[in-house]
């Protein structure tokens, strides 16, 4: 696809046709970023200095994703379905976002705004007016992405919301995937929960850690995510075996944290979220749905992860 990059003060609302072919570009001194408005999906942050690429490729061999925005659900309903006001709805795993086309609002070499908007489609399988923004931004040698959510109803929004964004591992030839760890910065017990058929369970386990060190290991995602609730860290810096800070990755204000690989692939998802997958015993009525996230009529609500590359 052609990388656009659209200088400041250009407004920019083309239609959807022309951006199935086009990437949004935004470049610094430090890093190049590019979004694709299908999903206002992250394809690519590299290095300005080094020209190294952090994120995954999308191999569909493994998996054929980025950095997908999970709306309005995060992970898998019961049976696919939830019930809102007595009426029963279906969604797929992660919600529609990812695939929908974002109008561009506004970008300049350092920002963009990209906008997805509630219509007819969306209202059959999720029946609420919303305004779903996801702003991204270079700042010296960090990448931030903010999530914003309007309700310009005056019924109540009930969604979740989270990120998916997949780094390389190994980046450097002639390095493996256990040449590398996850350095959380507070040292504390990492208890995950436990997955069924993509739904949580009610079991927990502890995953081996050093210090707040979660070595790299294939074999860690073999049944799937392992998701942590309640933690105290709002950083993790992803680490080569040499102790050399790869990138870190901050995620203040998300009650929830996913890290997943498809099984053998040389990547890892950092997932920031608010909200999560139905439990097994969930009775699937949305407003009850752990996690869920309430914004009143002309509410916002608004988070940000972020992504740091240091000097090397």
């Not at 959380?184 to 369970?201: A, P, T, Y």
């Not at 950083?235 to 050399?244: A, P, V, Y």
Request: glycine letters at 6%.
């Amino acid at each position: 696809m052609e990388a656009v990059a659209l200088r400041e003060n250009q407004l920019v609302k083309l239609n959807s046709s022309y951006f199935r072919s086009i990437m949004i570009e935004l470049f610094s001194k430090h890093l190049r970023a590019v979004i694709n408005p299908m999903g206002a999906e992250l394809t690519s942050l590299k290095s300005i200095q080094t020209d190294l690429e952090y994120i995954w490729q999308a191999d569909p061999a493994f998996w054929g994703k980025h950095s997908p925005v999970l709306f309005p659900i995060v992970g898998s309903l019961k049976n696919n379905t939830y019930i809102f006001e007595e009426k029963s709805y279906q969604l797929p795993r992660h919600g529609f976002a990812r695939e929908g086309i974002f109008t561009v609002e506004k970008v300049n070499d350092l920002k963009a705004i990209f906008t997805l908007t509630s219509n007819a489609e969306t209202m059959k399988v999720y029946p609420f007016t919303f305004q779903l923004q996801l702003v991204y931004e270079l700042v010296d040698r960090n990448l931030y992405c903010t999530y914003i959510v309007h309700n310009p109803s005056k019924k109540t929004l009930w969604f979740s919301i989270g990120g998916h964004p997949a780094f390389r591992v190994p980046l450097y030839a002639g390095e493996q995937y256990e040449d590398y760890s996850l350095q959380f910065n507070q040292s504390e017990r990492l208890d995950c929960w436990l997955l069924e058929d993509g739904l949580i369970s009610h079991q927990s386990k502890e995953v081996p850690s050093i210090n707040g060190r979660l070595p790299l290991l294939p074999a860690l995602f073999y049944n799937d995510a392992l998701v942590f609730k309640n933690l105290q860290s709002t950083k993790i810096t992803l680490e080569n075996r040499k102790n050399q800070a790869a990138l870190r990755f901050l995620f203040k204000g998300f009650p929830y944290l996913g890290i997943w690989a498809a099984k053998d692939a040389p990547f890892v998802c950092l997932e920031p979220w608010c909200g999560h997958a139905d439990t097994v015993a969930h009775n699937q009525q949305l407003m009850h749905k752990p996690g869920i996230e309430k914004l009143e009529s002309s509410g916002h609500w608004e988070r940000r992860w972020g992504v740091h590359i240091p000097i090397f």
